[in-house]
């Protein structure tokens, strides 16, 4: 019984030391003449911690493929790996199968044979077998020797790349063939250090045995140029780090240079908190220029923002670009000059009316004096979207709280040049809405634009002039953008307020035609609310689509109230209002008629 212990134990630690020790096949395929250029490693027997001692498993490339059980197993694999124990570039992998075993050759050498046991101890047939032998073969040597993140870099003189290298088979790599004066080329462990010297192309070459991994290499001029600096003025009670955020990027992009086709990522700028009246900031902004025709450019730019104590007027005049609503061509929507003593609000509403083509819509301002002009912006916008009543609504809603907190930025425009100032990609049928208001502060005139053009046409191209004969929809420049309106009334009787879309008579200064609907004009209302009486008394404020379905949208003293979407005939109260007896109660409301809804709408008090 001792003796049969010892011995147990004798042929555990023996299976122990054969787990841990890998077949090398070179021996045998030396024999054979197939040994020359290969790789130790690359395919390699093990053996099995399993019942038998035999028990051994074929691995190529790091890949399972084939496992033997019982007596000749080990001896079996190490004769499969001296057929493929060569280069192993491009190989042919068959099956033969006869029923009672079946044979898998390799370049017209046969490599295993499985039979009827090896079948039933897989629970399938030799056929079934050597079939699945097969297909792990393949999907091993489908695993690259030598893999790199990208086989091709493109650089600017004195940058740096790099790129990932492993292997599937152990082994040093050698790095050749490429040309120091354009690139020096080093690999440091797992990544191939690559330093750009000057313009030019070379490669490199990563070899391993038999095997190769060639590297493109191109050093271009800069596709561009990343400014170390850059100030952004901002406005607002306080600006939200959203608007902050918004001004830095249109200034980065604005004065960062990059060749035609070249594309800039901005890095987020790390604005969190709102910036106050008097208060500045500076914060790093990283910037990336990429371009198929020139060299990589990274940087960062340091932006210093102020909220600067500006002005703003109420403008002295109103441009709306409404005709054509639906939009079926490319062409010029609406154009104007923008002047230091007249600040305008733009009013735009447009559809993509072309179904299955999408369209671009566009607003730029261009400077043709010789001094730089600066305009400061605010604004509100929506869309794309199929709602026309939905994007007036948002924009409107937005406006309004940019407008009464004063949420702007001052935006640059060159001289003798042009600032893209929104674009829109317009699928079929979607529509967008947008207020801007725009006061300038330095230089002028500017000219704003609006045009619409398909994809693959080129900005200049857009001459055609498509408003003027699209009726019935507004268009024009109208002196004046406020309706400012004083009411005292009586609480303890029902009174008129006013109606919303018809009340500023607006003439367009160049063809007298009439603003319809009001459409971007402010109605400022400031009720005087008067109970004579020895009681307290509410009264209420009715909003009434008289024209047709409509949304309303208003500031009662500072607080946002949405009647939301008005049937026509539909009344709905707005808000109530108590008054002390013998007191008055003043109020101010603040509204606009909302783009894509049918004005006017009737305001109205009653007493409850």
Avoid: C
Avoid at 439 to 457: A, N, S, Y
């Amino acid at each position: 019984m001792r003796g049969r212990r010892v011995g147990l134990v004798l042929l555990a630690v023996l299976s122990v030391v054969l787990l841990r020790a890998e077949g090398d096949p070179r021996s045998s395929a030396a024999s054979r003449g197939d040994a020359a250029g290969a790789l130790p490693g690359e395919v390699v027997v093990v053996r099995l911690a399993s019942r038998w001692i035999g028990d051994a498993e074929l691995r190529v490339r790091g890949q399972s493929v084939a496992r033997l059980f019982g007596r000749g197993a080990w001896t079996r694999l190490r004769t499969a790996a001296a057929v493929l124990y060569r280069p192993l570039h491009t190989v042919s992998v068959s099956v033969e199968d006869r029923g009672d075993q079946a044979r898998v050759i390799v370049d017209g050498r046969l490599l295993l044979v499985a039979g009827k046991t090896d079948a039933a101890r897989e629970g399938t047939t030799p056929g079934s077998l050597a079939g699945r032998w097969t297909a792990a073969l393949q999907q091993a040597l489908n695993v690259p020797p030598i893999r790199v993140s990208r086989s091709e870099i493109v650089l600017s003189p004195g940058g740096i790349g790099g790129i990932s290298v492993s292997t599937a088979i152990p082994g040093a790599i050698r790095v050749e063939g490429f040309d120091p004066a354009v690139a020096d080329v080093q690999l440091v462990r797992d990544t191939l250090n690559i330093a750009a010297r000057r313009l030019g192309r070379t490669g490199a070459i990563l070899r391993l045995g038999p095997y190769r991994a060639p590297v493109s290499i191109a050093v271009l001029r800069p596709a561009g140029t990343v400014p170390v600096a850059a100030d952004v003025v901002v406005t607002g009670s306080p600006a939200s780090p959203e608007l902050v955020r918004e001004a830095i990027d249109r200034r980065l992009r604005q004065i960062i240079r990059r060749d035609p086709g070249a594309s800039v990522d901005l890095g987020q700028a790390a604005v969190h908190d709102p910036l106050g009246p008097g208060a500045s900031l500076s914060i790093p902004v990283g910037v990336r220029i990429r371009s198929p025709y020139g060299g990589p450019v990274e940087g960062s730019v340091m932006v210093s923002v102020s909220n600067a104590p500006i002005r703003l007027a109420d403008p002295a005049r109103l441009l709306v670009s409404n005709r054509p609503e639906t939009i079926t061509d490319s062409g010029l929507l609406f154009h104007e000059k923008l002047t230091a003593d007249h600040p305008a609000r733009l009013l735009f509403h447009h559809m993509n009316g072309t179904p299955g083509q999408p369209r671009i819509l566009k607003i730029t301002l261009a400077n043709p004096g010789t001094a730089r002009a600066r305009v400061h912006y605010l604004s509100g916008l929506a869309g794309p979207s199929s709602d026309p009543v939905l994007v007036g609504h948002l924009a409107t809603a937005r406006f309004l709280a940019a407008l009464t907190a004063g949420l702007g930025y001052v935006v640059e425009v060159p001289p003798r040049g042009t600032t893209e100032f929104t674009a829109y990609n317009l699928p079929p049928l979607a529509l967008v809405s947008g207020l801007m208001q725009y006061q300038v502060i330095e230089g002028g005139p500017v000219d704003l634009t609006v045009h619409v053009r398909l994809p693959w046409l080129l900005d200049r191209t857009v001459t055609t002039d498509l408003g003027p004969w699209a009726f019935p929809h507004p268009r024009g420049t109208f002196p004046g953008a406020l309706v400012d309106v004083t009411r005292d009334l009586l609480i303890s009787q029902p009174s008129a307020v006013g109606d919303l879309g018809i009340m500023s008579d607006l003439k367009d200064l160049r063809t007298g035609e009439p603003l319809v609907g009001d459409y971007g004009v402010l109605y400022r209302f400031r009720l005087r609310l008067l109970n004579p009486t020895d009681r307290q008394a509410t009264v209420a404020l009715h909003a009434t689509a008289a024209g047709g379905p409509a949304r309303g949208l208003f500031l009662i003293d500072g607080s946002v109230t949405d009647v939301g979407y008005l049937q026509a005939n539909e009344e709905r109260v707005v808000s109530s209002f108590t008054v002390s007896p013998g007191s008055t109660r003043e109020v101010t409301v603040l509204t606009m008629p909302i783009a894509g809804s049918f004005y006017p709408v009737r305001l109205a008090i009653r007493p409850q």
